[in-house]
C-alpha cells in the first residue's frame, strides 16, 4: 500500500531475480497512480549517488532517463505527481552484464555415456578463505543444465529449477542472490550441483533427449564487497573440483534418485571451456519457486503394504518426505493424477502411442536411500511433476508408521501475481473459474506447458488461445515475453514458427525430421502475432509489439508465400487453373486444424481419435478454411501493430493483403445466405470472431450458430482453436440465453461435467475420466480453460472498452441469466485496483465499481441504459428490464 493516498504505488522495473529484484542496464519503470495525473517526477540514487530529477507523462514501461547502468550497481528511486506527494523508494540491482564476466565455464567429468533420464548430477566444489569485514555479498551464477548453488552447505536463494528453460543455443539467463549471511570468516566453500534439466534431458511424451549439447557446464561468480569497498571475486575455474553426487539420478521428466548412504569418490579436476554458450543474459520474468505447501487429504493403505496419498489438487511439483525408514530402506515414489477402481496409481492413460508402435508406458518416480540420520528429509528438486496422487512403496522397511504429518506437497510454478478474483451466486461457476486457475498454474512452470505430465512442452496454440485468460488472472506480461524470446529463438529460417518452443528437438536443424514437417500451421505459429498483440492489449507495451515485429512478419510472409505458389491437391483435381481468389487461400501446407473437435463414438461406444483411426486422411484432409481465416486475422493484426509502430508503408500494405485474403476466404468458404462451407459451430465462431462474415450476414450466420448448438443438445462441438470464442461469440451477436445453456451443460462434452467427475483442472478431452472412473489422456490442459475469461468479461461483465488498451477505458456490463443472482469481482489492471459487482434486488439490478483514476468506465445496464461513470466509488441501481431506451448520461 502507498504512504499517502496520494502518492503512486506498485514501482517496479523490468526484472527476474531470486531473492531479490535484478535487471539489465536499462529497465523500464513503471508504477501504479493513487490520483489522475499529466505529468510525473522521478528521483533517483545509483549506488547513492543522487541524479537528476527526471519527468514523465505517463506511468507505465518510463524508459530508463539516467545514464546507462554498469554490473552491480544498486538503484533507489522513487516517484510523485509534480509537486505530490512521494511514493516509497523502491530498489534493484543490475546483474552482472555479460562482458564483465572473468569466471569461466566449468563442466563435469563423466563417466561412460547413459540414457538421458538416468545420469547423475554432479557436484562442483571450491573452497576460499575470507577474513575482511564484509559489506555485501553476491553470487551470481548459470548453467547448461539445471543447477543448485550451496555457500557451507546452505542452498543459495528461494528460485527452484535454474536457470529455466530457454533456447540454449540462443538464450541462456544467470541468476543472482545475496548471500551475505552465508559468508563466514575463514574458509568457505561453494558448491554447485548440475544436472541435465532441459538443457540435455528428456524432451516430450515420447521422451526424446533435448539436443541442445552433450556437455553439461557452469559458470558462477562470488563478489565479496568490503567496508573498504574493496572487492574479491570467487569466479568457476581451473581450481575447481567435480564429483559424483548424492543424487544418483536426475531426469527432469522422469524423477530423481538421491541416496543419502552414498559415499563421494575422491574429487577430480573440472573440464574448463569445454562449451560454447551465448552471451550471459537477465530473464525479464519471475522465477520458478515453490508456491505454497499442503498436506494430505487422505492416506490409502493397499494390500501389498503400499500408500496412495491424496493431496486433493491436481498441481506442479514434487513432495518432500520426512520419514525414510531406516538405514538403507529405499522409498519408491510414482506421481499421477489418476487412481483406478481399485485404488491404486493409474497412469496409463498418459502413455505415449505412437501409431504402428507399441506405447511408451508413462511414468514419474523418485527415488530415496535413506542413511538413517535423524532429521533427513527428502525433497527432490531436479524433477518436477503433475500429480494429485503419490504412491509410496517402501524395499528394506515398511509403512505401516507413516503419518500424514510426515508428508507434504509442494506446489512449484513460476512466481506469478495475480491480479482477478470472482465470485458468482452459482457455486459450480466459482469452482470452474478455480479448476481453470489450478490448470494455468500448474503449466506456468518457467513457460506456458500444455500438460506437466506427458509432454511438458511450450505449445504455442496452448498459449495463443489462453493468453487473454492468463492476463485477466496474472500478471504475465514478463513471463511471457521471456517465453517469445524462445519463439523467436526457435523460428525457421524460412519463417514458419515451431509448434513449441523452447524446442529441445530443434526442428530447425533437422528439416527431414517428422517434428519440422509437422511445423508451419495456422493457429499455432499464429501465436508469434496474437500474443504479442494480446499483451500489448492487455498491458499497454508498446516493446513487446517492436521486438517480435520481424518475427512476426517472417511468419506472416511465408504463409503468405504458401498461399501464392502452392495449392491443396482436391483444388488442383477440381481445377487444373487456378481461380485469381485462390493466391490469397492457405491450404497446402501442413496444418492441426481445429484439433480435438468432441470426440465421435463407434459402435461399440469407444471414442474414435481421427488422426490415430486414418493418418492419411487426417492428414490429407483440407483445412484451409481454418487456415485462411488465421492468415487473415494475422495479417490484419500486422496491419495494426504497423500502425502502433509507426511503420505507415507496412500499415497500408497488410491492411490491404488482409482485405484480400478475406474476399478469398468469403469466396471459397462463405455462401451468400452466411453458411460456411463446413457448417460447423467452429466455422461460425471464427468467422464471427475474426470478422470474416459481412455485416448483412453476420445475423444470419450466428442463427445458424445457435441451431447447430441446439441441434447438438445445447452440447459445444467445438475444437481446440475456437471453444474459447463460443460463449463470447453467442452472447455478444444477442443469444447469451444459449451460452449458457451450453456453459451450464452437464453432459460430455462440457466444463461442469468435469467438475462432476471429480476434475480439479481443466481436461485435455471432454471424456477425460469416463462414467467408470477410466482416465483419457492428460487430466491438466489448460487450453480449454479459457472459458475462465468469459466469467470474468461477461457473467461479472467487467472487460476493456471495444479497442481499448491497458484499461484505460473499460465497461461493466453484466449478461443475466441462467437464474444468476449476484456477482462480484476485482482487477488489479495497469491503472489500478477495479471492483466490480452487481446483485439481482427483487425487479431492479445494482451495479458497483471502483474506477481507477487513470481509467474512464462505462456501465451498461441489462435494460439498454449507459451510464459514464465517475473515478472513484459508483453505485447504481436500475431496473432489470429498462423504461428508458438508448438512454445514455454521465456521473459527474
Not at 499497454?540 to 505458389?565: C, P, S
Not at 452437464?746 to 462414467?771: C, F, N, Q, Y
Request: glycine share 8%; hydrophobic share 40%; charged share 25%.
Amino acid at each position: 500500500m502507498p504512504p499517502s493516498a496520494d502518492a503512486p504505488f506498485a514501482l517496479s522495473v523490468d526484472s527476474g531475480g531470486s531473492d531479490l529484484p535484478v535487471s539489465g542496464p536499462s529497465p523500464r519503470l513503471s508504477w501504479k497512480p493513487s490520483i489522475a495525473a499529466d505529468e510525473y517526477e522521478l528521483e533517483a540514487t545509483i549506488d547513492g549517488v543522487a541524479q537528476p530529477p527526471a519527468r514523465s507523462n505517463s506511468h507505465r514501461f518510463f524508459g530508463w532517463p539516467w545514464h546507462a547502468l554498469r554490473s552491480r550497481q544498486r538503484v533507489e528511486w522513487r516517484v510523485r505527481v509534480v509537486h505530490g506527494v512521494w511514493s516509497r523508494w523502491h530498489q534493484f540491482e543490475i546483474g552482472l552484464l555479460d562482458d564483465d564476466w572473468s569466471s569461466q565455464w566449468i563442466s563435469p567429468v563423466e563417466g561412460a555415456s547413459s540414457t538421458p533420464g538416468t545420469r547423475p548430477a554432479h557436484a562442483l566444489r571450491t573452497t576460499f578463505t575470507f577474513h575482511s569485514d564484509l559489506r555485501r555479498a553476491r553470487l551470481y551464477s548459470t548453467a547448461l543444465g539445471l543447477y543448485e548453488a550451496f555457500i557451507n552447505g546452505r542452498r543459495v536463494g528461494t528460485a527452484e529449477l535454474t536457470p529455466g528453460s530457454t533456447s540454449y543455443d540462443q538464450t541462456v539467463y544467470a541468476q543472482a542472490a545475496d548471500v551475505t549471511d552465508a559468508i563466514q570468516p575463514g574458509e568457505n566453500t561453494l558448491e554447485i550441483v548440475l544436472s541435465d534439466g532441459w538443457y540435455r534431458g528428456q524432451v516430450g511424451a515420447f521422451r526424446e533427449p533435448a539436443g541442445w549439447g552433450e556437455q553439461l557446464a557452469a559458470r558462477a561468480e562470488l563478489h565479496l564487497d568490503t567496508a573498504d569497498d574493496e572487492t574479491t571475486v570467487v569466479g568457476t575455474g581451473p581450481e575447481w573440483t567435480s564429483s559424483p553426487s548424492q543424487i544418483t539420478r536426475a531426469g527432469l521428466m522422469g524423477g530423481q534418485t538421491t541416496d543419502f548412504t552414498f559415499a563421494s569418490s575422491e574429487a577430480g579436476p573440472v573440464i574448463v571451456d569445454a562449451v560454447t554458450a551465448p552471451p550471459i543474459a537477465w530473464s525479464p520474468a519471475p522465477p520458478v519457486r515453490v508456491i505454497e505447501t499442503t498436506a494430505p487429504i487422505a492416506l490409502r493403505r493397499l494390500p501389498d503394504g503400499a500408500v496412495v496419498i491424496d493431496f486433493g489438487q491436481n498441481a506442479s511439483g514434487w513432495i518432500t518426505l520426512a520419514d525414510l525408514g531406516p538405514a538403507g530402506a529405499r522409498t519408491i515414489i510414482d506421481y499421477g493424477e489418476h487412481t483406478g477402481p481399485d485404488g491404486d496409481l493409474d497412469t496409463s492413460h498418459l502413455d505415449a502411442v505412437h501409431p504402428g508402435k507399441p506405447p511408451i508406458p508413462f511414468h514419474q518416480r523418485d527415488e530415496v536411500i535413506s542413511s538413517g540420520r535423524k532429521g533427513e528429509v527428502f525433497t527432490p528438486r531436479h524433477t518436477i511433476h503433475g500429480f494429485r496422487y503419490a504412491r509410496l512403496r517402501r524395499e528394506g522397511g515398511d509403512l505401516t508408521g507413516l503419518l500424514a504429518a510426515s508428508v507434504s506437497m509442494d506446489i512449484v510454478h513460476t512466481a506469478l501475481t495475480r491480479t482477478a478474483g470472482l465470485v458468482t451466486s452459482d457455486d459450480d461457476l466459482n469452482r470452474l473459474a478455480g479448476i481453470a486457475d489450478w490448470s494455468f498454474r500448474g503449466n506456468a512452470v518457467d513457460v506456458p506447458t500444455d500438460c506437466p505430465t506427458r509432454e511438458r512442452l511450450g505449445w504455442t496454440g496452448d498459449y495463443q488461445v489462453f493468453a487473454p485468460t492468463a492476463a485477466r488472472l496474472y500478471d504475465v506480461l514478463e513471463f511471457t515475453r521471456k517465453w517469445l524470446r524462445s519463439v523467436r529463438d526457435d523460428q525457421f529460417d524460412d519463417g514458419r514458427i515451431a509448434n513449441f518452443s523452447p524446442d529441445g528437438r530443434r526442428a530447425k536443424l533437422n528439416l527431414e525430421s517428422q517434428t519440422a514437417m509437422m511445423t508451419g500451421s495456422a493457429g499455432w505459429g499464429d501465436a508469434i502475432v496474437e500474443v504479442p498483440w494480446t499483451m500489448w492489449s492487455a498491458y499497454g507495451d508498446r516493446e513487446i509489439l517492436a521486438e517480435n515485429w520481424d518475427a512476426m512478419v517472417r511468419w506472416v510472409e511465408w504463409a503468405l508465400g504458401v498461399a501464392r505458389t502452392r495449392r491443396h491437391p482436391s483444388r488442383s483435381a477440381r481445377s487444373a487453373e487456378a481461380a485469381p481468389h485462390e493466391e490469397h487461400l492457405w491450404d497446402a501446407s501442413f496444418h492441426w486444424g481445429e484439433w480435438l473437435e468432441p470426440a465421435q463414438r463407434a459402435e461399440d461406444g469407444t471414442l474414435i481419435n481421427p488422426m490415430q483411426a486414418d493418418p492419411a486422411a487426417w492428414f490429407m484432409a483440407d483445412k484451409g478454411e481454418v487456415a485462411t481465416a488465421f492468415l487473415h486475422r494475422s495479417t490484419r493484426r500486422l496491419a495494426d501493430i504497423a500502425r502502433i509502430l509507426d511503420l505507415h508503408d507496412d500499415a497500408d500494405r497488410y491492411g490491404t493483403i488482409a482485405e484480400r485474403v478475406r474476399d478469398a476466404w468469403r469466396t471459397e468458404y462463405l455462401n451468400d445466405s452466411g453458411r460456411t462451407e463446413t457448417d460447423s459451430q467452429a466455422s461460425y465462431v471464427r468467422a464471427l470472431d475474426f470478422d470474416l462474415i459481412p455485416e448483412q450476414l453476420r445475423a444470419a450466420a450466428a442463427t445458424r450458430l445457435v441451431e447447430l448448438v441446439e441441434s447438438s443438445g445445447d452440447h459445444l462441438t467445438t475444437g481446440f482453436l475456437s471453444t474459447a470464442k463460443l460463449l463470447p461469440v453467442l452472447t455478444d451477436t444477442g443469444h447469451a440465453d444459449a451460452a449458457y445453456r451450453v456453459l451450464f451443460q452437464r453432459t460430455a462434452p462440457s466444463w461442469l461435467g468435469m467438475l462432476d467427475h471429480g476434475a480439479t483442472t481443466i481436461w485435455e478431452d471432454w471424456d477425460g475420466v469416463s462414467e467408470d472412473g477410466v482416465a483419457r489422456d492428460s487430466l491438466n490442459h489448460y487450453s480449454k480453460g479459457a472459458v475462465a475469461n468469459f466469467l470474468h468479461t461477461h457473467v461479472l461483465g467487467l472487460r476493456q472498452a471495444p479497442g481499448g488498451v491497458a484499461w484505460e477505458q473499460f465497461v461493466i456490463a453484466p449478461v443475466i441469466g441462467a437464474g444468476l443472482t449476484h456477482a462480484r469481482g476485482w482487477f488489479d489492471s495497469p491503472q489500478g485496483r477495479i471492483d466490480a459487482a452487481w446483485r439481482i434486488d427483487g425487479d431492479d439490478i445494482e451495479i458497483e465499481l471502483v474506477v481507477p483514476p487513470a481509467s474512464r468506465a462505462t456501465i451498461i445496464f441489462p435494460g439498454g441504459e449507459v451510464v459514464e461513470a465517475a473515478q472513484g466509488s459508483v453505485h447504481e441501481c436500475r431496473p432489470l428490464v429498462s423504461r428508458e431506451s438508448n438512454n445514455t448520461r454521465s456521473r459527474a
